[in-house]
């Protein structure tokens, strides 16, 4: 028996193979990349890294050039869909021309999801036909996440693939549609376009007003008050109501504490960190 395992990076995939294969797995290169090979039980098992998406979406030629009046038109146009990792794609060609199964094991979320769906449609779609799937479902490369998913193969969740594809043409439209009419109507082209992104601009907004908060804060002084002390070993005390914004109120503080040679502890806490 064969089995095509499709992993979403080359350090995922190499993990899964060294767990799977109790370390016996080999890497195979091929061009300029590669997939790990190791037999179990009988069985060859072959298992490819991809590199993330190895199918990105792209409008047609026709809106190539940048053109304001065709924006709208451009919002409502289906992308499609392009094999962009032509040597890894190759790879699964290859491999999956004669396998009995196949096991995705991306990463268990939304982007996940379809980065696996897009591996298994590029397959299907080569061959077409339809191939046995079963999916690997883990949230951690450790000994045990591993054997359990292996050893409890679900389903692909298609809804789950569908929501992050959803979102990926949402972030084109958006994204192709606002940069091209800011562009143009701003006369800058070429290297100089202005990008616009669902993500990217929230996110300019956040950092252009922290800059402004940055640029215009006041310099306020203030005060701490702390105490060194001693049992068994030194430590220090910082006052409860740090940091002092009025200097009155500071000393009086320190003038309570004019004297002082002893203090008392009165609760302590423990916890935990560093895990």
Known sequence: MKTLI?????NA??????ILSGGKAKFVKVGRGGYFKFDKEGDEYFVVPLRGHIVELDYDEKFKRWDIDNLIELVNEKPKKINKERGIIKILW???KDADEIIIAT???????????????????????????????????????VEKAFNNLVDINYNLASAAEARQHIDLAWGASLTRFISLVSGRRGRDFLSVGRVQSPTLALIVNRELEIENFVPKPYWNITAKLQKKRNFTAEHANNPFWEEEKMKEVMDKLKGADEGEVIDVKKEEEGR
Do not use: P
Not at 6 to 10: F, L, S, V
Not at 13 to 18: E, F, L
Not at 119 to 130: R, T
């Open 107 to 145: 990463d268990y979320d939304r982007e996940g999801e379809l980065i696996g769906v897009e591996a298994l449609s590029v397959i299907e779609k080569k061959y077409g036909k339809k191939f046995k799937v079963k999916r690997a479902k883990f949230s951690a490369l450790t000994k045990e996440e």
């Open 6 to 10: 499709i992993a979403e990076k080359r």
């Open 13 to 18: 995939a190499q993990r899964i193979s060294q």
């Open 94 to 96: 290859d491999i999956a």
